[in-house]
């Protein structure tokens, strides 16, 4: 178990632990999404002076980071079940707040990950603006989101999601806090007849553990294998429509 500093209290989020049992790096959409990640980025990993993944889980995405670029990502996050399960091994992992804007990290950080977070968040106003008290003047952010709110289901629900984007809502969200998105994508088109099949599968179910090993769970190596590779055919970056959003995003000028 990885030692974690606390500067902040540990407290409840809203999202299912469930998930975290299920999630690990072999994952088809794991795996994809890192994908996504480095054809739409670029060099920004490597040309940044210090990154964060900000709501990093059980740092899949810290790990990714560590065997593609060698680098370290400091994870910050409120949970302390899922930071006790964190996979990454050079990175520092802290329990932190942002909303308490430690001044340590005022202005620190060059790039900042916010993966599969900003849908759990009622008060996106409250959080864009605790999170930029971060970023370095030049940073960049880069947010992955859950994509198509006709897509909503009981699977959402169970995994605390409070809404799913657009790229006119998600552009809409960071350009009330001077914040534009200067490159983005659509992925996981090739997943779209999934998600519908996910949806109907899980109708009337109730219970939220099961919601998340039923909606999430590849079920076994040969599925997961499958799933990759007709994952693994999308192009990106695309702006038709996929089951995620994924966007890089700077500070606009005034």
């Known amino acids: 178990m990885r030692e974690i500093v606390y500067l902040s209290a ?13 999630a690990d790096l072999d994952h088809f959409w794991v795996r994809r999404r890192f994908s996504v990640f480095q054809t739409l980025t670029g060099k920004l990993t ?8 900000i709501g990093c889980g059980h740092g899949l995405l810290q790990r990714q980071i560590e065997e593609a670029y060698g680098r370290e990502v ?8 899922a930071l006790r399960k964190n996979l990454s091994c050079l990175s520092p992992i802290c329990c932190y707040d942002i909303h308490e804007r430690d001044p340590e990290f005022r202005e620190r950080l060059d790039l900042i990950l916010l993966f599969d977070v900003l849908e759990h968040i009622t008060d996106e106003d409250r959080f864009l603006e605790a ?5 370095a003047p030049g940073g960049h952010l880069v947010i992955n989101v859950p994509a198509g709110q006709w897509a909503y289901s ?3 629900r169970a995994a605390g999601h409070i809404r799913r984007y657009s790229i006119r809502s998600l552009g809409e969200a960071v350009a009330a806090h001077n914040l534009k998105i200067t490159k983005w994508t659509y992925w996981g088109l090739p997943l779209v007849p999934t998600l519908l099949f996910r949806a109907l599968w899980l109708w ?9 090993s039923s909606g999430f769970d590849s079920r076994n190596r040969v599925i997961n294998r499958f799933l990759s590779s007709i994952s693994s055919c999308e192009p990106t970056p695309q702006e038709l429509f ?7 995003v700077e500070v606009g000028r005034d």
């Open 74 to 81: 400091t994870g910050f996050d409120l949970n302390e079940f």
């Open 131 to 135: 999170l930029i008290f971060h970023l």
């Open 204 to 212: 009337g179910k109730h219970d939220k553990d099961d919601i998340i």
């Open 242 to 248: 996929g089951t995620s959003l994924m966007a890089v």
């Open 46 to 53: 490597v040309d940044a002076r210090e990154i964060a993944d």
């Open 10 to 22: 540990p407290a409840a989020v809203s999202m299912a632990d469930q998930w975290f049992e299920i």
């Open 154 to 156: 009981a699977y959402d």
